[in-house]
């Protein structure tokens, strides 16, 4: 099979990348791709460790003359977020990407590319197989689950890692070097159905062509969640004609922010005009608001024939709109310390109607720690009121800023010294793995970097190929620097 990104540059990273989507590696499914890393790392004689969770650390010894140089981590993650358009027929499980070049960018055909982070393992594969690049004594980590709650950094035996100096390459914004992100945690609400028995004609809602988008760094964009939006639809539907409620569902992952929703409902005959008066006029308004940031948003109805049988009863209905219309979302509070940041958020990702409750997930975010607990505490409070049941998993810990770093300025001079401008250095509202390894690895000295990537966790994401020869050219270039550290 011909090679899609054969004459792209730097070779190396990008034929290693080409292997990566060859192989499945979504959340949950990366045994494969860790495999695939042990070998590389055996075949060149490399020191490798695999463990459980198929987290992966290769190290190489430095190059010569730098032998007295710190030791570095370079770390990415190998699990990647599985979307597709519901319109694309795929197989995450079993299936290769299909990559596509367009322009200076590389994207997959109806699905995520993994770039995040698949192009941090393809950057770190060709520094290691590069015997001409100079560096420090390398320790190579690769994490698992990364984007379903960072368990495998969590399970991650740190003792193997001796390096005080960490660069992670899962930032996706060249020019930005991070220093620090939010904690969050992943919080479930269960709201259980009683049913009844309604008669009238059934209607399949669906909102859909949303942006999407990151729940971290995409949630002070302002743009539209399907749950939300569903919780809104109904809410006002009900204010005019009483339908049955049979299902609700939307989104796919906590920390993508919703593309789609749909609900089935039940509307008396009599009322089917209303409700369909109703459900344009929203739809007109809806569209209008979100213009600007979902200018593709569209509302559905589809007539699904005469129906009889069974819905949530009316206090099941009424607690899960309830829930869907007035639980917090977006942004909660924004830094003072540091203008323009989003300091706390949270983002209802994913609803799902089982056999006898309705199941609610949200993302919850923030750069310090008590605001996190705060909305915590405000979602268990309004499930529990609903009669509900409310728990969390997750929980990860903030990565504060350091002002005592030595990495971060000596990155920031390399920077300038290549590309003739200063880097944005900050700090992010999303959760990096950072965190985790600040509080499991006192005293590591990290920064965070990687090239322009557009439209993470949704079909659109696309990698830019010059941002990634320009950021893999910064990375050896910081790799070779790291001799002016102590």
Not at 132 to 161: N, Q, W
Not at 306 to 335: D, H
Not at 365 to 376: E, H, P, Q, T, Y
Request: charged share 25%; glycine share 10%; hydrophobic share 40%.
């Amino acid at each position: 099979m011909a090679k899609i990104l054969k004459d792209l540059e730097p070779d190396k990273v990008f034929d290693f990348f080409e292997e990566i989507c060859k192989i499945p590696h979504g959340s949950g499914n990366v045994r494969q791709l860790s495999d695939f890393c042990v070998s590389f790392a055996r075949e060149r004689g490399l020191d490798v460790w695999q463990d459980e969770a198929c987290n992966v650390i290769i190290k190489k010894k430095a190059s010569q003359g730098m032998e007295k140089a710190p030791a570095v981590i370079l770390q990415g993650h190998l699990d990647m977020v599985c979307e597709k358009n519901s319109d694309v027929d795929f197989d995450f499980e079993k299936e290769g990407l299909k990559l596509a070049v367009d322009g200076d960018y590389v994207h997959a055909q109806g699905t995520t590319l993994g770039g995040d982070d698949g192009i941090a393992v393809a950057m770190a594969l060709a520094i290691l197989d590069d015997d001409s690049i100079p560096h420090p004594p390398l320790e190579v980590l690769f994490t698992t689950e990364e984007e379903t709650g960072m368990d495998g950094a969590r399970y991650l035996d740190c003792s193997k890692l001796s390096a005080k100096y960490m660069i992670n390459i899962d930032s996706e914004e060249e020019g930005v070097i991070t220093v620090g992100c939010a904690g969050g945690l992943k919080s479930h609400g269960l709201i259980p159905v009683t049913e009844m028995d309604f008669e009238g004609t059934r209607y399949r809602v669906k909102i859909t062509g949303l942006a999407g988008g990151h729940s971290g760094t995409e949630i002070g964009l302002g743009r539209a969640n399907a749950n939300k939006l569903m919780g809104r639809l109904l809410f006002e539907l009900g204010k005019m004609v009483d339908y049955g409620l049979i299902c609700v569902a939307g989104g796919a992952k906590d920390n993508a922010i919703a593309r789609e929703a749909v609900a089935e409902i039940v509307i008396p005959e009599g009322d089917t005009d209303e409700a369909q008066a109703v459900v344009s006029r929203w739809g007109g308004e809806i569209s209008d608001e979100y213009r600007t940031t979902d200018k593709n948003i569209r509302i559905i109805l589809e007539d699904l024939g005469k129906y009889s049988g069974p819905v949530f009863s009316f206090a099941s209905a009424q607690k899960t709109i309830y829930l869907l219309f007035n639980s917090p979302y977006g942004v909660q509070t924004m830094s003072a310390q540091l203008p323009g940041l989003v300091e706390s958020s949270l983002n209802l990702g994913v609803v799902t109607t089982e056999k006898d409750h309705v199941v609610f997930t949200w993302a919850v975010r923030s750069s310090v720690r008590s605001r996190k607990w705060l909305i915590n505490d405000q979602l268990q409070y309004m499930t529990e009121m609903l009669g509900g049941e409310y728990s969390y998993t997750g929980d990860y810990p903030e990565w504060e800023y350091r002002d005592d770093s030595k990495l971060r300025p000596l990155a920031a001079k390399m920077y300038v010294s290549m590309f003739g401008k200063e880097p944005k250095v900050c700090t992010i509202h999303a959760g990096l793995e950072c965190g985790l390894f600040a509080e499991k690895m006192p005293g590591e000295d990290m920064i965070s970097i990687g090239p322009d990537i557009i439209d993470i966790h949704t079909p659109n994401e696309r990698l830019s190929i010059s941002s990634t020869k320009r950021t893999y050219d910064y990375v050896c270039a910081l790799l070779k620097a790291m001799g002016e550290l102590s």
